[in-house]
């Protein structure tokens, strides 16, 4: 117990350090070097977004090396300060790669008044997009990553590691061999669009999993469904939903399908049905239960690290949604496979009953306690770390820590439970989109979507639910995610009432609603028809897709409802 109590004190000083961060607000350092005279402003895109990094120069008549240089802040503004103001013609440059360059002469009135009051701030600067031949090199391989995942001709991770070294690979050795065009992004840049707060959120969030997976809790739960129902299969099939669609939302629907298929395998044949009557409408319910929590899908953790939106705002805003589409698709699940409810025997042998009920023991109680108090911590934790500022990552990786120090596992078998090949996805797709988002594609496509839309509220919503809704069936939610959130952004920012972060509700709704669309859409639909692949009932894509892409729409027409009653 005693390193318990050191972490607990260790934790109670980041808390109160972190309330003390939250109450004190950043403040910037004043110019070390006394400068008398400063020029500012604002630099963004003609949609008005901020450009970070442009490069803004001031120059003196026809001399070659300007007297003052700077870069622009991630919000556009820029400031340039001088000693003294010199005199004669004065002018501006303002470049940017993948924008046009701008020369802006600073005329006698502007020097006068800045002269007089010491500062000057000039009038926002719009810097047109500029499409090169690095534009589209990025393109292409955006868009090859995506198919490449789609159609399953690489596996995921290594098609977005290709996708990120041919980006570097034509951004250095391309625009210095062929063409300076060609350039898309460095290698610094890029890293900057790794969001480091998802990596390390998904880590943490799987060594807890790992852990409370190795107490048989789910084992458990799953025989316990079984006695619950008495053997009769249509309330068996809805109440392993509603324990997925639960554990989807405070887990994640990978691990939990992962859990939940082996056992679901055993007690549908012992019941003398299909199995897959069971397990699909399992992953049907742990795509769309996990959509109520920040850490239930990850697009959920994408979105919400993107929007700043937060653990309670997931189930204040999406919970009533997931219910209604829950009840749907239960009545659904009832009518489809009204054949196999017919053919199930009401009890099973005494011999098979005992075997799935010593599979179901829980071995160690005590560590399941331990597990389940640090676990029931940390999502206090999530809730708590809103109001001081401290991103979900934190109370995960304190919840992590605390449960590796109490429990004592074997540190490396918890280290290899880590999914550490869908963290690097993660890495590699984020440097993808950010190429694309880099060279203005993402913009492009923005600027489309919301000629479209127009200021229609209703109207972006049901363009941005169904929109990603229909994509994520036939691609994968993740990467789909990904590349929409700076679109979902640009229209928040233009269109009325849209500050309510609506769009990305209905982007989180929409794409994992989508995800049941085939087998392709999701993590959990690959895992899960991997698993069924090894035993006499595997998954098929017709299968799942006779049963999936109704649910899929059934859901999104009233996730739609739902966003219209709550916003």
Known sequence: ???????????????????????????????????????????????????????????????????????????????????????????????????????????????????????????????????????????????????????????????????????????????????????????????????????????????????????????????????????????????????????????DNFTTMLLMTPISLQIGVALGINPLALIIPEVLASNVGGISTLVGTPTNILIGAYADIGFTDFLNYETGGVLMALVVMGAFVLYHYREEWHKAGNTLSPALYKRLQENARIEDPQALAKALTVFTLVMVGFVIGEHVGAPPAVPALIGASALLIWLKPDVHHMIKAVDWTTLVFFMALF????????????????????????????????????????????????????????????????????????????????????????LIGGEANLVTAGITAQTDSPITFKEFIKIGLPITYLTLVVGYLWLLIRF
């Open 1 to 251: 117990m005693k390193p318990f109590r050191i972490l607990t004190i260790l934790t109670l000083w980041i808390l109160a350090l972190a309330l003390w961060g939250a109450q004190t607000p950043p403040v910037r350092a004043a110019d070390p070097h006394g400068f008398a005279y400063t020029l500012g402003g604002q630099v963004s895109d003609p949609q008005g977004q901020p450009i970070e990094d442009a490069h803004i120069a001031l120059y003196r008549g026809h001399d070659t090396q300007p007297i003052a240089e700077t870069e622009s802040l991630s919000d556009g503004t820029w400031q340039i300060s001088l000693s003294e103001i010199p005199s004669g013609e004065l002018h501006l440059h303002v470049s940017r790669a993948h924008y046009q360059e701008q020369d802006i002469p600073i005329n006698g009135a502007l020097v006068q008044e800045w002269r007089a009051s010491g500062s000057y701030v000039m009038e926002a600067l719009t810097l047109e997009r500029r499409v090169t031949s690095g534009f589209w090199a990025a393109t292409v391989v955006f868009l090859g990553v995506l198919l490449l995942i789609a159609f399953e001709k690489l596996h995921s991770t290594t098609a977005a590691l290709t996708g990120a070294s041919l980006i570097f690979l034509v951004s250095y050795f391309g625009s210095a061999w062929i063409s300076p065009n060609l350039y898309i992004i460095t290698f610094e840049r890029a890293l900057e669009y790794i969001n480091w707060e998802v990596i390390l959120l998904v880590m943490a969030m799987m060594i807890m999993i790992a852990i409370i997976e190795d107490t048989g809790i789910f084992q458990w739960l799953a025989f316990q469904s079984y006695r619950i129902s008495r053997g009769r299969a249509w309330m068996l099939a809805l109440i392993l939903m509603a324990l997925t669609a639960v554990a989807s939302a405070l887990l």
């Open 431 to 518: 440097i993808v989109v950010g190429a694309v988002q880099e060279v203005g594609l993402i913009s492009v496509v923005a600027v489309a979507m919301s000629n479209a839309v127009g200021t229609n509220l209703p109207l972006a919503t049901f363009a941005v639910l169904f929109g990603a809704g229909t994509f994520s069936v036939f691609i994968a939610n993740i990467p789909l995610t990904a590349s929409m959130l700076p679109i979902v952004e640009f229209l928040t920012g233009n269109i009325p009432g849209a500050n309510s972060k609506v769009l990305y509700y209905a982007l989180s709704m929409g794409a994992a609603m989508g995800g049941n669309g085939t």
